[in-house]
């Protein structure tokens, strides 16, 4: 299973080797937006997009909408992952009584 991470493409790094910096809840990183630049939205026209980012790719175009909910899934299942973490973390160890 892949995991797409929503970002917004903030600037254009080189727009002739479709290089970008994405926005990712806060964090800048440089993206490779080949699979969304074309002839339709060439490169220099993606800035403000949101994007599903996957390996330094940005993969797919999405909605503002979209990646807002996407980020607040990945937050309630973070805040999930930490509080079963810290059930084991408290569980009683050895043989059940």
Do not use: K, Y
Request: charged residues 25%; hydrophobic residues 45%.
């Amino acid at each position: 299973m892949c995991l797409g991470i929503p970002g917004q493409i903030t600037r254009i790094i080189n727009a002739r080797e479709r290089r970008a910096e994405v926005a990712i809840n806060g964090v800048r990183r440089e993206v490779n937006i080949a699979c969304i630049a074309d002839v339709e939205h060439p490169a220099e026209s993606c800035v403000g997009d949101w994007v599903l980012v996957h390996v330094g790719f940005a993969m797919s175009r999405i909605s503002a909408e979209e990646a807002a909910l996407t980020l607040d899934v990945l937050t309630q299942l973070g805040e999930a992952q930490l509080e079963m973490d810290r059930m084991r973390e408290s569980a009683p160890t050895g043989p059940m009584a």
